[in-house]
């Protein structure tokens, strides 16, 4: 009979009495009719989103938009007073308080962006990454501003200059003011959530979707935010310090060494900062605790073995795994997956299974073992008799 097409209510199919096609690998055939009704069915169950609730608006969003709020209105009146009353305290406060917003506002256009294009396809694991992007410019930004007031306190440690006490003060006691309250709002940014399904995948090769946000020690974006307005609060301190020393004991040289003190500390933390989130940026491998963790729960069981394991951040307190497994008694992905414990933040799992089998070699020396246990054994029978 001829092949004959069937109406379904997917369409229009080949159905009954079509051929099956030869192939190349020894013999095998390709089932024409498999592959038609293969490729007319649903597969979205085995598809998921990549957002890992990076769609989701951040507590440290507002948190950093609130205090670049703050800082430009503390910007404004500075710049306006000073302009006013011939204040260049004030003025020139004023002009570092407009970096210092430039800077945060980076910080804020991470977060919108991540969040508006979480589910973009074109990022492959999600948009978590420019978490970590904002961060990395926000270090770097950090490291310019420590190297400026470096340059400046030791232009002015070699060529001393007049210091209007009085109004310098004024001017770092407001800055300890906003600055301290910016860093009470960003320290108390982001306190974790739980959030998330699991969708399954088949045999063989396995995804799984599970993040656990942990707190804000992995939001290197508002961490950069929170050590910009650190830093300013910090120099605010040292300034007054040096100041009053100034103007009650003559020492005017101790301005420009705090300044040089709260350069110091400033690279240290931008250089802190630079090193995490590059190790972020480049797929560093992940706490050291996950990976062991994830090969203790594997391994124990079923005399399984961890052939390789991969694993990196893609976002805030989340990670992704590949993870190649071999045993002598494979099971479905699926397995390996729910052996996982869900609490290490892994948001992307992928597993290989691989059959034990001997290497080629083992096994000749094998035989070869065998062989002469045999040749010992007959001759001690031989012996015997």
Not at 113 to 122: F, I, K, M, P, Q
Not at 135 to 152: C, D, Q, R, S
Not at 294 to 301: C, F, G, N, P
Not at 350 to 358: F, N
Request: charged share 15%.
């Amino acid at each position: 009979m001829g092949n004959r097409v069937a109406s379904t209510k997917r369409g229009w199919a080949f159905a009954l009495h079509l051929p099956t096609v030869p192939t190349d690998s020894g013999g095998e055939t390709f089932d024409i009719r498999k592959h038609i009704g293969m490729h007319q069915e649903d597969i979205q169950p085995w598809q998921h989103s990549h957002a890992f609730g990076q769609d989701e608006r951040r507590p440290g969003e507002i948190r950093t938009i609130i205090v670049i709020g703050i800082t430009g209105v503390m910007m404004v009146v500075e710049i306006a007073t000073g302009v006013a009353f011939g204040s260049m305290a004030l003025l020139a406060d004023g002009l570092h308080m407009a970096s210092h917003a430039a800077a945060l506002t980076i910080n804020a256009f991470a977060y919108v962006y991540a969040r508006r294009h979480a589910y973009d396809g074109s990022y492959s694991f999600g948009t978590g990454k420019v978490n970590s992007l904002g961060g990395f410019t926000g270090a770097i930004l950090l490291g310019l501003f420590a190297v400026m007031m470096a340059w400046e306190s030791v232009e002015r440690l070699i060529h001393p200059v007049d210091i209007a006490v009085n109004q310098a003060i004024l001017v770092a006691f407001l800055g300890l003011l906003v600055n301290g309250a910016s860093v009470f709002i960003l320290a108390h940014g982001d306190h974790g959530h739980t959030h998330g399904p699991e969708h399954d995948g088949g045999v063989g090769h396995e995804h799984h979707d599970h993040h656990d946000h942990h707190g804000h020690e992995g939001d290197h974006n508002l961490r950069a935010a929170y050590l910009h307005v650190m830093a300013d609060a910090l120099t605010s301190l040292l300034a007054i310090f040096a100041l009053l020393a100034a103007k009650y004991f003559g020492v005017i040289w101790m301005d420009p060494v705090m300044g040089i003190v709260g350069a110091i500390l400033v690279s240290r933390w931008s250089l802190g900062l630079l090193r995490t989130t590059s190790s972020v940026l480049l797929d560093r491998q992940g706490p050291e605790l996950v990976q062991t963790q994830i090969k203790d729960a594997i391994e124990r069981r079923d005399d399984n073995r961890i052939a390789e394991i991969h694993v990196w951040s893609i976002g805030p307190s989340i990670y992704a795994a590949i993870i190649s497994v071999v045993t002598q008694d494979p099971k479905p992905a699926q397995h390996y997956k729910q052996i996982i414990p869900p609490t290490l933040g892994i948001a992307h799992i992928s597993v290989e299974v691989h059959r034990y089998t001997q290497p080629p070699d083992l096994q000749q020396a094998v035989r070869r073992t065998d062989d002469s246990a045999v040749t010992d054994i007959g001759t001690t029978v031989v012996g015997r008799s």
